[in-house]
Each structure stands twice: as structure tokens, then as C-alpha cells.
């Protein structure tokens, strides 16, 4: 089966940094473009980064100055790494792939179960 499992969310205080995980499973990996999402509560969920098959790497323009998408191929993984964090970014993230790298979020699947980060002094 093809799964999808983020996790590395918690409590952080503002200002601070987390890396969040995406461990993929049931398929090959290497073929698939991999994103992050994220929904906030009480909001629309929104994309926020995504690395193509090829390790190419696009962020929505307002993310990519605080996130950082990386792949590891050889161990089906994918991270987020997030700093300067902001009580605005408390939300459940979630990952998911798409054949190719795409502004949207319908274009995915297989999501997994999310982790939340929450974002609090």
C-alpha cells in the first residue's frame, strides 16, 4: 500500500526552528514528486513547497525564505526544515505526492496522517 506518514510537529516558541519528516512507503519513490501542505485552523489549507523527481525544488513565493524542502532518495524521506516560526504558521502539515510538482493541492494524493505544529510562547 502506498503510504505517506509526516511527523516531527510540536510545540515551539516563536521565533524558533523544526524539521519535519515524510516517510513514504509502497511505491517507488524516485518517480514521484513529493509536497508539503499545510491547514491552519479555521483556514483554507495551503500549499507550501515541493521537490520534484529530480530534486528540483519550488515554494510558494511567501515560504521560501523561512522553509526548506529536501529529499532522501535512499531512505524515501522527505523534510521540511522551518525557521524564524511564527504563531501564524500553528497548523496540521501534511505531505503528499503528484507525478510532477504542482501549484494544486487536488493534484496530490495519498495523503497521510499530518503532524501539528503548534507555534506558541
Known amino acids: 500500500d502506498v503510504q505517506l506518514q509526516a511527523f516531527g510537529g510540536g510545540l515551539v516558541q516563536p521565533g524558533g526552528s523544526l524539521t519535519l519528516s515524510c516517510a513514504a512507503s509502497?511505491?517507488?519513490?524516485?518517480?514521484?514528486?513529493v509536497g508539503w501542505f499545510r491547514q491552519a485552523p479555521g483556514k483554507e489549507g495551503e500549499g507550501i513547497s515541493c521537490s520534484s523527481r529530480d530534486g528540483t525544488k519550488y515554494y510558494i513565493e511567501n515560504m521560501k525564505d523561512r522553509f526548506t524542502i529536501f529529499r532522501d532518495n535512499a531512505k524515501n524521506m522527505v523534510y521540511l526544515q522551518m525557521s524564524s516560526l511564527k504563531p501564524e504558521d500553528t497548523a496540521i502539515y501534511y505531505c503528499?505526492?503528484?507525478?510532477?510538482?504542482?501549484?494544486?493541492?487536488?493534484?496530490?494524493?495519498?495523503w497521510g496522517q499530518g503532524t501539528q505544529l503548534t507555534v506558541s510562547s
Open positions: 509502497g511505491f517507488s519513490f524516485d518517480d514521484y514528486a
Open positions: 503528499a505526492i503528484n507525478n510532477v510538482c504542482s501549484h494544486y493541492s487536488a493534484d496530490f494524493g495519498s
